[in-house]
């Protein structure tokens, strides 16, 4: 893919921020601070039990199903066919080509475990948010104003700043989903979207600094 490609791709992404964003802000100005601040809270608060009990689920995934098992040989095979079929490696000599087929398939082996339980990781918080998110919008309903009647400009825009932080964390969401969804693709170009998605300026935050992929890997780190 040209970087032309690459930065189509990051613009069209801060572009996608920005409304996902702009939008959220906009019905939280329509809203006002009340009814905001409990689509805001409800959102945080799945995100904060998602990133806290994804490990728990992960562990339970991984003892009682061969998920890992069957992704990490995906992504090996991936690997592996991509590397074989590189001209400069199948020129080497017979004796270096077995050496290198050596080194390759144990670093490729651990690669392709590692980001296995980073994908099982994504798609438990991705299940367990949706699960609590459908809980949440039925519990807290009742917490909303149906008719929030008149409200003062202060009031609007303290519900924009909280509609804001909602779709702020809508677009991490979006972002932790997009790594399980680019690991189907083929190499060349889920790394082509990867690339454009961290070139961006907005999106780049989003997808190399998000706070929901953060938070699980700091609980992974210290659970150890």
């Not at 779709?167 to 189907?184: D, N, R, T, W």
Request: hydrophobic letters at 50%; glycine letters at 4%.
């Amino acid at each position: 893919m040209s970087l032309f490609s690459i930065a189509m791709i990051s613009k069209i992404s801060d572009i996608l921020v920005i409304a996902i964003i702009v939008t959220s802000a906009v019905r939280g100005y329509r809203r006002g601070l009340l009814n905001s601040f409990f689509n805001f809270f409800r959102w945080s608060l799945c995100a904060v039990c998602g990133i806290v009990f994804a490990l728990p689920i992960k562990n339970f995934i991984l003892k009682h199903t061969s998920l890992q098992l069957n992704i990490s040989k995906s992504i090996k095979e991936t690997m592996d066919s991509s590397i074989t079929a590189n001209k400069f490696i199948m020129s080497l000599p017979r004796q270096i080509r077995l050496f290198w087929d050596d080194i390759r398939n144990e670093a490729t082996s651990k690669i392709s475990v590692s980001l296995a339980d980073t994908l099982i990781s994504m798609l438990s918080f991705i299940l367990l948010f949706a699960i609590l998110f459908i809980l949440a919008r039925f519990a807290l309903r009742s917490l909303e104003l149906k008719k929030p009647g008149v409200l003062s400009l202060s009031n609007r825009l303290c519900g924009m700043f909280f509609g804001a932080l909602k779709g702020a964390l809508l677009v991490s969401i979006i972002m932790l989903i997009s790594f399980p969804l680019l690991s189907l693709l083929d190499p060349d170009t889920s790394a082509t979207i990867a690339k454009g998605l961290s070139h961006g300026r907005l999106s780049g935050f989003f997808y190399d600094s998000n706070p929901i992929t953060e938070g699980i890997s700091l609980i992974s780190r210290y659970s150890v």
